[in-house]
């Protein structure tokens, strides 16, 4: 039979693992899935006739390079900073690599000994990065090869909870990894282009620079600017474009809310607090604000960051219970970002009975016979429950079918990439639409890019 190992048995790993075991018998595959915690990569597999679970710690040299050196194809669920050891195995011992990671500079140094030894690297192939690339590409592609000329794309993607889940004021519940959601934007000025200009939004103006979009069926929501968009104008040929964005979606309100943990510097993940394992929810909020005999930490707070008592705002920020005196932070040493973690999660984790939603929405501007054009399509999967969540879909179903793939020989070209040729992304959108995830597209006015006028 062919070996598949899977490293890491994650939240995203659910559907990988069962599209592998349900094609197992047909595809003569036996699965292998390795995880430091080797009751997470049991539960998944079940008592499952083609797969086994082995306890693998990443960082043991020996125990991972048998299973690399045992395995027909290596896919890497772990955290994208410890891809690049498994991958040096996988040139080491000629195996082919699928994550859904960004591509780091240390993975990029293996594309040419990957293309020398006729390995695929396939990275980028989850949700975002992933199904965001290959629906994007068979656009950009039918645009291209009608005649058109891309001068505008915009695309955002958003992880958020199912309306029939949407039980809090904030409108939404980690659907992801919650460090991750607490960190966002920080690290770097988001760079995009506007109408042939440069523009940057600096982390601290990043939640409050907003724009609108409108999906059918689910209402309204709002983006913020990812980190880089430019570094896709290369990736995606884009020679001459005009507009580049890239954003992430949430419910309308959210952003004008997080935008006060960022003013308070609640987002630092910088330096720890001291006797933070001690401190009360309350105590921890008060750290930030300025020093009164007389007034409450609720007034001090509501004048900071002057917010009237009937704004809805103040209505999110209570509902999270950070006032708490009775709730303890109870880590030590930790980081103002880690506490909110903590604070959040009390709140914000899927229930066994919640379902997640991801929601797409791509914006493709294009020139044709001197007028312009606009399409606009859309994505909408729903979990279905904490397990089986639209998350771990619309990442391990892409992983999966990759993985396959590339074993029977339908993905050829060798090297470190990104899945955005047609090679790789027409015969995986196509089955995608066998379990629920395709696009809906649109034709509407061309608008060029107005909604955050900077």
């Known amino acids: 039979m062919r070996k598949i190992l899977v490293i890491g048995s994650g939240k995203s790993a659910s559907y990988l693992i069962k599209y592998l075991l349900d094609k197992s018998d047909s595809e003569n595959l036996h699965i292998i899935v390795g995880d430091i915690k080797l009751s997470n990569a049991k539960k998944l597999i079940g008592d499952h006739r083609n797969a086994n679970a082995i306890a693998l710690d990443v960082f ?111 409108n939404y519940k980690f659907t992801w990894n919650p460090r991750n959601v607490v960190l966002a934007g920080q690290g770097s000025a988001a760079k995009f282009l506007q109408e042939k200009s440069y523009k940057y939004i600096p982390y601290n103006r990043l939640f409050r620079r907003t724009e609108f979009l409108e999906v059918d069926g689910y209402g309204r929501f709002e983006a913020y600017a990812n980190r880089d968009s430019l570094k896709y104008q290369t990736a995606y040929g884009f020679k001459d474009i005009h507009t580049l964005y890239r954003g992430t979606m949430r419910r309308v309100g959210f952003s004008r809310a997080w935008n006060i943990f960022v003013l308070l510097g609640m987002t630092d993940d910088s330096y720890v607090i001291e006797d933070s394992e001690n401190m009360s929810y309350r105590d921890y909020v008060n750290a930030f604000l300025p020093y009164s005999p007389t007034d409450s930490v609720e007034l001090k707070f509501r004048h900071a960051l002057k917010i009237d008592q009937d704004d809805i705002v103040w209505d999110k920020l209570e509902e999270l219970d950070i006032f708490s005196e009775t709730k303890m932070v109870e880590l030590q040493r930790a980081t103002p970002a880690q506490i909110l973690q903590k604070i959040l999660m009390d709140s914000w984790t899927l229930s066994s009975e919640d379902k997640d939603m991801i929601v797409m929405y791509h914006k493709f501007g294009y020139e044709k016979d001197g007028k312009r054009y606009q399409i606009d399509a859309t994505m909408v999967t729903i979990g279905e429950d904490e397990t089986y969540t639209a998350m771990a879909k619309t990442v391990g179903l892409p992983v999966a079918m990759a993985t396959l793939d590339i074993l029977n020989g339908k993905i050829k070209t060798p090297g470190v990439q990104i899945p955005i040729s047609k090679e790789v992304y027409e015969p995986i959108l196509e089955e995608l639409k066998d379990y629920g995830i395709q696009f809906t597209e649109k034709e509407v006015p061309y608008l060029g890019y107005n909604p955050l006028n900077a």
């Open 60 to 170: 043991d040299a020996s125990s991972r390079e048998k299973a690399v050196q045992n395995a027909d194809i290596v896919v890497s669920m772990l955290p994208a900073r410890f891809h690049i050891e498994v991958a040096k195995d996988c040139i080491t011992f000629g195996k082919h690599m699928v994550t859904a990671s960004y591509v780091s500079e240390e993975m990029l140094k293996l594309n040419k000994p990957a293309i020398q030894k006729g390995l695929v690297f396939m990275n980028e192939i989850g949700v975002d990065p992933g199904i965001d690339h290959m629906s994007a590409m068979q656009v950009i592609d039918r645009i291209r090869d009608n005649g058109g000329k891309i001068i505008l794309f915009e695309s955002f993607t958003g992880g958020l909870v199912a309306p029939e889940s949407d039980n809090n004021l904030w």
